[in-house]
């Protein structure tokens, strides 16, 4: 068990050091969904399978996968095939792969003589998180909750896109109305 | 979760409940005016349950809180502060090129940040405070989201608040490594029992540096002046009152229930962190043309003399913290009153050429923004002075020297700059302008009373502080 914690440990730093030195956003990607899963393996191999799902199905499953088809949308063009070919390069996939292989290889270990070892281990079953999150921590549960709305409202405040109510020949003519009508008004008080 | 608890929550909930009210308020496409005054109201619904249920204080709520009369106090300064930015928020975002009504469900969410800090005495309940101020406070910041200065600063804080949040979930998983919990009553036993070992410092120190960036202490202090200048100035004085207020209180309690300030290194460490602030917010104002910026520096070194009460860590520093956080809070209020009133629809009032003769043409608002100035100088007869007076003999019954003789000597530095806007109030005035009409005149008179009314609160504290003094005594059961 141990042994299995700190290969999944070492992979989690290797991959997080190979995310921020990339230079390709696609790149770094691929190398932060190892990181994810690494650290899913760690929560499994500390006795924590229910985190460890949690994990990959949010992290690395939605918002990893998210992530890698905005970026890849925004670089929808001419040279996007060409690109995308680039990037499919053997240099590109296998270093994640690689590490990703070593984690599938724990997995396997971990599920097929997974007696307790030397670490002491206490298994946390959904039960228990459920029971800890709405019964003890029900107060920090809302306030996460608020932490989201501000999350999105200030997101989509800032993302909003500006109306357009007028044909767009008409918009200079409307924005010079604009700028006289805020001259007109100008300061509160001089 | 019995009945008593939900009743010392209450403020809480009314708090939290505001946001929502105003969503509620957008979706049925309710004015901005509605908005107001309903945001206006909710807040002091807060202040009257704060009222209704000081009999069930204090009263804990495992395991992440505790509402006491110290979070009674600052929570209800916050709520304050929140009320008078509410209220010069009106005239400022009414004017400007942004939808204004999003802006106040941002607001209430960080004011409802700031309240979970002064009541949190758990590593969770103050790491999610932290998040749902800092990430309400990046919308707030680059809430006028087509000027390339407000983007800038928001841009800023956004990378350092994300920085320093992880920072500061290094810093409580070390502690948790060394103590088994994040409860600071339990850690402070910990610590009681086996001292500070070395992991343990190692967490407090990467603790400090997320508390450092948002009180803005010296070595963390890159970001102040960038934000202060580019956020809307009514986001601004929020920036330096409210959320100030909120994490220094959560200071405040972690280092009373850990002690922080007996052990030698850590105390070397404040002590450092004081003295460079004082040095370095005082000299880099002097300078200083931009007001915002200006203000910005006077509040690094605000919160160095600040650190001057919290290291004693004894009842009266605490006293003296409480005290000058009241009166910092009203006459930064005042300050940033003034900017807000005087800023036009292009631009903010910036530049200090722009204050240039204003007695001349607008003479209560340079009075006010003259009593601000000497408040923050700490002259007698202003808030300033009791306040400054109060943290210097805190500093000198604990013999800490040094500090204290840095906090004099920079006060009369500090005195230049401020002297020096005062200065620039009473010159003659450029040119004459012509009178523009006022717009919305109930609230632009409103913000014109209420700035009075601070003013005048001000030179209150500054001539009879004894009755907040026994209050705040009295909140802090010290009597």
Known sequence: MEVLFCISSLVAILSTVMVITRL??????????????SVAMIFLSLGAPFMAVLEVIVYAGAIIVLFIFVTMMLNLGKETAEQERNWLKPRVWVGPSLLAAVLLAEMIILLTKGQPGSMQVTVVDPKKVALSLYGEYIIALELVGFLMIAGIVGAAHIGKHRKKTFHRFLEDEAETEQQLKADYHDVHTG | MNELEL??????MVLAASSLVVILLIAFRLSHTVIQISGFMMMCLTVICMWLVRDTLPREIPPLLVIDGFAAFTTGLIVFVVLAVGLFSYIYFEEREENPKEYYILLF?????AAVLTVSKHFISLFIGLEILSISLYGLIGYLRNRNNAVEAGLKYLMLAALTSAFLLFGMALVYLETGSMDFAVIGRHVQSSGFSVLMILGIGIL?????FKLAFVPFHLWAADVYQGAPPPVTAFIATASKIGVFSVLLRFGQSLGLQNEQLLQGIFSFIAIASMIVGNLLALRQQNIKRLLAYSSIAHFGYLLVA???????????????????SVTLLCAFGIITIMSGTKQDAESVSFYQGLFWKQPILAVVLSVAMLSLAGIPLTA???????VLASGVEDSRWIPVLVLVATSVIGLYYYLR??????EKPEEETAATKVLHPFFYYATYTSLTVLMLAICWLGLFPGNVIDGIRQLLQLE
Request: proline content about 6%; hydrophobic content about 60%.
């Open chain 2, 109 to 113: 969410l960080a004011t409802l940040g």
């Open chain 2, 310 to 328: 919290f290291l004693p860590g004894n009842d009266n520093g605490e006293t003296a913290a409480l005290f000058y956080l009241l009166s910092y």
């Open chain 2, 7 to 12: 009743q010392a929550l209450l403020p809480f």
């Open chain 2, 208 to 212: 400090l540096v997320a508390v450092g």
């Open chain 1, 24 to 37: 390709n956003p696609v790149h770094a990607l691929l190398y932060l969904v190892v990181s994810f899963m």
């Open chain 2, 384 to 390: 300033g002075f009791p306040a400054k007076f109060m």
């Open chain 2, 421 to 426: 806007v005062i200065g620039i109030l009473f």
